[in-house]
């Protein structure tokens, strides 16, 4: 009987340990496969990190390989003689006489009597086509600058026409297959390339061309310059407008109005508004601003306009933000020292939320430096040479010009694309560093 | 407190500025085809004279027209450019609004080229085969009008290779694919005998028509011209329908208005062909080649000759009105319509336009320097 009981408790005991370890056993196998998922779960998030690292060094990796080309531009030293008959102006001409003369003829001679050898109508005018088409107006104003120079032999430091300069910088004196060659250049131009490379004359500087001159339709001579000031032209106007009735709103409607239906309705409006595609806003901008009040097309005015009610919702939903971030017990504490309602906002509430209000702003003012779809539809989408000197000149922006550029013709303007594409995102990068840096410097933890 | 107050100010102050006064330089809208013409054109008149350089937009022919039309003051635009020319629904329009004296300016020509990258097969082609390729109805075997069933150029012609049809080309709200549509396949489409006597017939053969109509299996195109015309509806109404309709089967690709990504698609595919303007292939030509058309290789000899087909005209128009009232605007079209700008040696010309004959710039630019009205 003692000895059944034994054996049954053994035989329990052991039956008990079996089912402990098959339990242990079938917990191991649970926790491997947890741990396995939890694994696959981090993996998975890793890849999707290294692939989007992956497309933004892609993307940065192609735009930079192509557009760094762009910031260097041909130029070739060429001794140019003054001509006091050809020209029929003296050291002492007016700057009328000067503007008169005719510098175009002079320039094509001076450039004949350079190589005589070219004497045949086609091969005369790809001598011409080497260099830029502006070279007359050049020689016109340095004359202008400086009417001494008559007479006078100086070095020119000629600008090569986009042609010249893509060959030059791309394909000359490398071994390429013809087919990799980028060059549409004559056999007679490429020797002309290679002999005056020989004599030293031809040099690369630093493009400073594409910072001080505004849009153009020669490759060589087109810069962003317009573009800039227009961006920020339109800019300001965005500033000016969005800001003060952003920052208004938000207290309005954090502070002061009542909760009720016509709060919630106006509160989820800002959230839709938030999400409207910027395109609708363009039309708007059409219907409203140019059709009912009359106002003039393809200003940075305009643009501001319409860029304000893009941003808007982006800066009233952030500055409401902050404003609920600021502790309760700062409003209290100041309405229990007897300040007013508006004196507590004005006085403590604003100073602490304005970090978060501003950083708000200047998020939605990088969206609204980017942004192109809008202004398409109210004429700023346009070529325009020049540099606009105030908010009711015709004007373009830097997403604009980009977007022209990348839809020229001629070969030139794809590095030129790209590297306007590199100076906006520099830009950006430098707002949304500067909104990074005012948080991490204003805010205030409680 | 004082921030709002500044911001305030600004905001007083840039609504004052609203009022604008009257417009120192020009305002060109329109085609797009014609814009890296106009500008220029734009672009050296404000260099070489005191007045501003005038500002160019993109609009396309019909949105140009369109703002063109809508009246005179310095609030609308002064010029429009077109790809082709103004229509008369759009001339009525402009004399309701009170646009009355226009001048029209035509500049020159501009070929539509069919191309593939240069390691492809050339292609010799007809506007015939363009048809057969790309319209939506082509005759099947019992001579009715059928959904086009060819999958290869072999099938369009035994001469040409036997590669998938695969052709790039801008979407229909481009004037490139307007032209294309009426020169190369409506030119087409003229070739197939049937469609030549259809296209022959006035509105006092309704009957014949309609027969006609009955043989080729196309009552739906018929019955659409007789809604829009009602009794004056002719044949050629039918052709202009049945001809300019594209494939929507895939064998056309829509590849958007810029014209330097659809180069670079044909790069990426050598089986692919591309349509786009004289000008891209011009600059691209050491990346695709164009095919040859009825003959003739699209070169600037050939377009400027006629003896290419698929070219088409460009204009521009100019709002009487305004001239004297925006200043430098007779002199832009002196400008344009000079020897140096337009003429056979002139710099459009290096940047792809084809000039006029002789005779045709002699008068153009005479009426034109005259401000001479345009009649419809």
């Known amino acids: 009987m003692t000895n059944s009981t034994n054996t049954e408790a053994s035989q329990a005991i052991t039956q008990l340990f079996e089912d402990r370890t098959l339990l242990a056993k079938k917990r191991a196998v649970a926790r491997k496969r947890r741990n396995r998922s939890e694994q696959r779960f981090r993996w998975a998030g890793r890849l999707s990190i290294a692939f989007g690292i992956a497309c933004v060094l892609f993307l940065f990796t192609d735009i930079i390989s192509k557009g760094i080309g762009a910031f260097t531009q041909t130029y070739v030293d060429v001794e140019i003689t003054f001509n006091q008959e050809t020209l029929g102006l003296s050291s002492q001409s007016t700057e009328q006489e000067i503007k008169a003369a005719s510098f175009s003829s002079f320039y094509k001679k001076a450039l004949r009597e350079k190589y005589p050898e070219i004497t045949g109508r086609k091969e005369k005018r790809e001598l011409y086509a080497m260099f830029t088409s502006d070279m007359p107006l050049i020689l016109r104003n340095m004359v202008v600058a400086d009417p001494s120079i008559m007479g006078s032999t100086q070095i020119i430091s000629m600008i090569a026409d986009d042609d010249f300069d893509t060959y030059y910088k791309h394909s000359y004196g490398r071994d390429l297959d013809e087919a990799d060659k980028i060059s549409r250049l004559s056999d007679m131009q490429e020797g002309l390339v290679d002999s005056l490379a020989k004599s030293g004359a031809v040099k690369t500087k630093f493009n400073t061309i594409l910072f001080t001159n505004s849009d153009s339709r020669e490759p060589e001579l087109a810069g962003i310059k317009g573009a800039v000031v227009g961006s920020i032209l339109t800019l300001l106007v965005t500033l000016a407008l969005s800001f003060p009735i952003a920052v208004a709103t938000a207290i309005y409607l954090e502070e002061f109005a009542p909760t009720n239906r016509i709060t919630d309705f106006i509160e989820v409006n800002i959230n839709n508004l938030a999400a409207v595609p910027s395109v609708i806003f363009g039309l708007l901008g059409l219907a409203i601003f140019i059709n009912f009040f009359g106002m003039p097309r393809s200003v940075p005015l305009l643009g501001g306009f319409v860029l304000t009610l893009m941003t808007l919702p982006t800066i009233i939903i952030s500055s409401r933000a902050a404003i609920k971030a600021v502790p309760p017990s700062i409003r209290e504490a100041a309405l229990g020292m007897g300040a007013s309602k508006v004196q507590t906002v004005i006085h403590h509430v604003l100073p602490l939320a304005m970090p978060g209000m501003l950083t708000g702003t200047i998020i939605g003012m990088s969206q609204a430096l980017g942004e192109t779809a809008p202004l398409l539809m109210i004429g700023m989408v346009a070529f325009i040479v020049d540099v606009p000197t105030g908010i009711t000149d015709s004007a373009t922006v830097l997403p604009v010009q980009i977007f022209l550029w990348s839809d020229s013709p001629e070969r030139a303007f794809v590095e030129k694309t790209s590297a306007a594409i590199m100076v906006l995102l520099t830009f950006l990068i430098c707002m949304n560093s500067f909104a990074v840096w005012l948080r991490k410097r204003l805010e205030r933890r409680w | ?376």
């Open chain 2, 1 to 376: 407190m004082k921030k709002l107050l500044i911001s305030l100010a600004v905001v007083a102050s840039v609504t004052n500025i609203v009022t604008a006064s009257a417009r120192d330089s020009i305002s060109i809208v329109g085609s797009s085809t014609v814009y890296p013409f106009a500008t220029v054109v734009a672009e050296r008149f404000g260099k070489s004279t005191d007045f501003k350089a005038p500002k160019v937009e993109s609009t396309g022919s019909g949105g140009g027209l369109k703002l063109f039309c809508k009246g005179v003051g310095v609030a609308t635009v002064d010029i429009t450019n077109a790809s082709r020319r103004i229509k008369s629904s759009e001339f009525e329009q402009c004399q309701k609004n009170g646009v009355k004296d226009i001048v029209e300016v035509l500049i020159g020509y501009d070929g539509i080229v069919l191309a593939n990258a240069k390691d492809g097969v050339p292609m010799q082609l007809s506007r015939k085969d363009i048809y057969l390729a790309l319209a939506k109805l082509v005759p099947g075997p019992e001579g009715k009008l059928i959904e086009n069933p060819n999958k290869t150029w072999k099938d369009v012609n035994p001469a040409l290779p036997a590669k998938k049809i695969e052709v790039l080309g801008p979407p229909p709200t481009s004037g490139t694919r307007d032209a294309f549509a009426e020169l190369a396949l409506e030119g087409g489409a003229r070739s197939i005998p049937d469609i030549a006597a259809l296209r022959n017939m006035g509105a006092d053969q309704a009957d014949e028509i309609q027969a006609l109509v009955k043989k080729l299996g196309i009552e739906a195109a018929w019955a659409t011209s007789l809604k829009n015309k009602g009794a004056s509806a002719k044949g050629k109404d039918v052709v202009k329908i049945i001809g300019r309709s594209v494939r929507e089967d895939g064998a056309y690709i829509e590849a958007g208005e810029n014209d330097n990504l659809i180069v670079n698609k044909l790069v990426a595919n050598p089986n692919a062909l591309g349509i786009f303007g004289f000008s891209f292939l011009d600059q691209n030509s050491d990346k695709v080649q164009g095919s040859i058309i009825d003959g003739n290789e699209p070169s600037f000899d050939a377009i400027a000759s006629g003896a290419y087909t698929i070219s088409r005209p460009l204009y521009f128009y100019i709002k009487k009105a305004h001239i004297g009232t925006v200043p430098g605007i007779q002199e832009y079209l002196n400008t344009f319509v000079s020897k140096d700008t337009i003429g056979p040696d002139g710099y459009l010309v290096d940047k792809g336009l084809i000039p006029l004959g002789e005779e045709l710039y002699e008068e153009m630019a005479t009426n034109a320097r005259a401000l001479k009205n345009l009649s419809l």
